[in-house]
């Protein structure tokens, strides 16, 4: 088990991503860059260089145009002003600030001197979306190479200006240093007055890990001060001069029809009304003028009967489909053969485990200001994934995309709950009615309701184990939530894993760690069941059946953290949780206390974190305290409760998420891997918390509780 | 005073433009709102006859086609916001964020739930925490109030949004607007609270993010960086 990203594949998005599948654009020229940029340096890094040689194939492409697949570019203005430039968007993973330490790192400047405009369809390179953590693997290492070509290239222009050698010569403080003569020269100074392009280079040495001085370091929130001020515009904050405020009339239940409406007291109340097939909406000049003209409209509505959340995992079961396959043999996988290990184990295990619809609710709800000048389309709007909703805006309206232009201001967080479009199509649609701009800012309830949630499944798992502890069999079936880390990482000869999609009574889609969650709970559960079968510790068990050497050692990090083995109190239980996802490794012990009421408290929560070398260490701590956190609400008590296309608790009042009194003391351990590139860290952290307390309330207990949330009515009524 | 108030608002627009990239993308929106809003303010200004240096600034909002029915002309509410005083044409039950952010511009305040479970839209009503979103602006008339954009004294930070960032005590920064104002009511009641007490104060406070340790400390921070004497008006 050397490299486990070899037996791992399944690190494409898989059917939950709502990945993008528009087709790319780029017809900006290498002159029209300048025109728009300014004058200076340009490194553009290439993407593919393989697919741009083919499409140029024909030899059409003008000899100063730009290739097609770039992923990132950056920008040294004859001021010496220096941008770069990613698709990627900002959501409270802090990846402003560290790319933009990845920037200055290779190019030898502060932080402050560099400016990152993300997500922006107009100005930024194409970017699928961002998601399956995966801007550290790929962006930060692009970014990086872009901007160490630029260091590269103003090395030489130093040289070529003082007739020396640029390998003598050093980049420092944004400035080239000639040590022999003394001499030196700003960057900007060497920019002036140039059009200079640089396409990328395959293969230039970056800075190794070992040696950074501004990557690796807790560098804070680069513009921290905008959101301690109120400053920062989100979305839900754009105006525009004369802009309208939007409306939606929602369905009484999912997947309704709209057999008729009476819109004319609406549209005496002086609201721009807009009735459109199934959509109808409004726009006036203030919300409250807006929800008073949606009240008055008079509609009927035809539905038909749904399931409700008492029937949801028998409906999963019994209403499977064949589906796509996205994620290749990630659906299915064999080997050697399952069954007959089964039947010749000297332990056999059966169990179920189910997890419920959980919505994100991300604080600031989707919303979006639309503009139109002609039938040209600008769009602000919250969103993981700008150009894919560029593509969706371009099919909703007939347009080509490149008439659509969308821009993602830092958001009030996603967690995987904002791929998709819905606000920028339906400001959209009343800014084209109404000709003036129109923003749309969904309520807390529309949030819960008409967003989609994180998919629910049932887990069924089948294992054999000998007396000795040494795992034999392994059959694993997943209906619905999700192939995502559906791979055991333990050593077993025999397996069996197959993820069944369904139909979902729900709009399901992305949340932060997909399928893992799920898959790691029901895995990481039925690893503690087994230990008990065999009388072994838990701890011990695991390692006994595994051979990563990284996980091994996460796993030993946070047991030696812990204080693994220690004794308990009357109440106290202890539990861990740990796996292996979007590259990096966790292990979660977790600590409860179950009162003589059930009430179920998680004490404390110790994670042991490896992610190859560390970008940003305190980012890094924040990330995984948060996936604690956010992980404690679907672990304990977070589930969506629907009735016949109506969702019954959609409300904070009534849909219960983490809050200060929930919080458990926190300890995290950092392996700083440096000699192993950089992954994500905004999911994997998550996956190993749900097991943990389970098999922590277990130990307090002797109570097995296998469907998350674990104790939504504490312990006695679950 | 008014002078000086559209004088701050102006450098920050500047200082905004400086960072900007030069083909001013993300701010473009942001700036042209400021462009309208300016000439509006003049011109209400004059029409306040209002103009001596030493008075307050004062200017009439027009908001009657925001939210009241059509024909209706109430009489404007007087809202003192940040040391500014403000005359909104607002119906009385609208909410006090509504009439932040969409009569006001200020921002800052966040919707989250429209039910004050979430706290992302906490401002100080006379010194005490309070949720907007369910604070009907006809209630709060001539009181005193503030909103994350009154803290700062221009570029001097408030101890508690300087211990934010200190703390690093954020993620994504939706909730921290509300955050820092109930952690400034409450360092204001209780100068130096147990982390007990921190967790009791702040619990309707959501951040969906999970910094919660984060903001406890940081809180603990500010307590120490400087004690906040009871009762003080900051």
Known sequence: MSDPTNLFPALEPERYELSASLPYRFDLGRRDFFRFLGAGLLVVSVLKPAVHAQESGAGARPPHDLPKEIDAWLHIGEGGKITAYTGKAEMGQNIRTSLTQAVAEELHVPMEHIELVMGDTQLTPFDMGTFGSRTTPTMNLQLRRVAAAARDTLLGLAAAQWKVDARGLVAQDGKITDPQSKRSVEYAALTKGQQLTQALPAGDPLIPASEWKIAGTSAPK???????????????????????????????????????????????????????????????????????????????????????????????????????????????????????????????????????????????????????????????????????????????FHLPEDHVRVLMPDTGSGYGGKHTGETAIEAARLARAAQRPVKVVWSREEEFTWAYFRPAGVIDVTSGVSKDGTITAWEFHNYNSGSAGIRTYYEIPHQRIVFHPTQSPLRQGSYRALAATANHFARESHMDELAHAVKMDPLEFRLKNLKNDRLRAVFEAAAKQFGWGKAKTAGQGFGMGGGYEKLGNIATFAEVNVDKSGDVRVVRVVSAFECGAIVNPDNLRNQIEGSNVQGLGGALFEAIEFENGKILNGRLSQYRVPRFSDLPALETVLLDRKDIPSVGAGECPMIGLAPAIANAIFDATGVRLRSLPLVPNGLKTA | MASQHIVRKWILQGRKAEYAPPVAAQYKVHRSVAQTAKPVIEQNRMHSNRMSAAAPLRYIISASRHSCPRGMHMPPLKLAINGHTYDVEAAPQTSLLTVLREHLDLTGSKYGCGEGQCGACTVLIDGKAQRSCITRVGTVANKQITTIEGLAQGEHLHPVQQAFLDAGAMQCGYCTSGMIMSAVALLKQNPSPEDGEVVDFMDGNICRCGTYSRIVHAIQLAAKAAPITKGASR
Do not use: C
């Open chain 1, 222 to 396: 680069v513009n921290g001060r905008e959101f301690v001020t109120g400053a920062h515009r989100y979305p839900s904050d754009q105006t525009l001069p004369d802009m309208l405020y939007g409306t939606i009339l929602r369905p009484p239940s999912f997947g309704a029809n709209l057999v008729s409406a009476d819109t004319k007291t609406a549209e005496q109340m002086g609201a721009v009304v807009v009735h459109d097939g199934n959509f109808i909406g409004v726009a006036a000049a203030s919300s409250a003028l807006a929800s008073k003209a949606v009240e008055a409209i008079r509609a009927e509505w035809k539905s038909d009967p749904q399931p409700s959340s008492k029937e949801l995992f028998d409906y999963l079961r019994k209403n499977t489909t064949k589906g796509e396959d996205p994620t290749g043999d990630g659906d299915r996988y064999d080997q050697g053969s399952a069954d007959s290990a089964l039947v010749s184990a000297d332990h056999k295990l059966q169990q179920t485990y189910t997890v419920s619809y959980i919505a994100h609710v991300p604080l600031e709800p989707r919303a979006a200001l639309a503009k139109w000048d002609g039938d040209r389309l600008t769009v602000w709007t919250g969103t993981q994934r700008p150009f894919g909703v560029r593509g969706q805006l371009a099919e909703a």
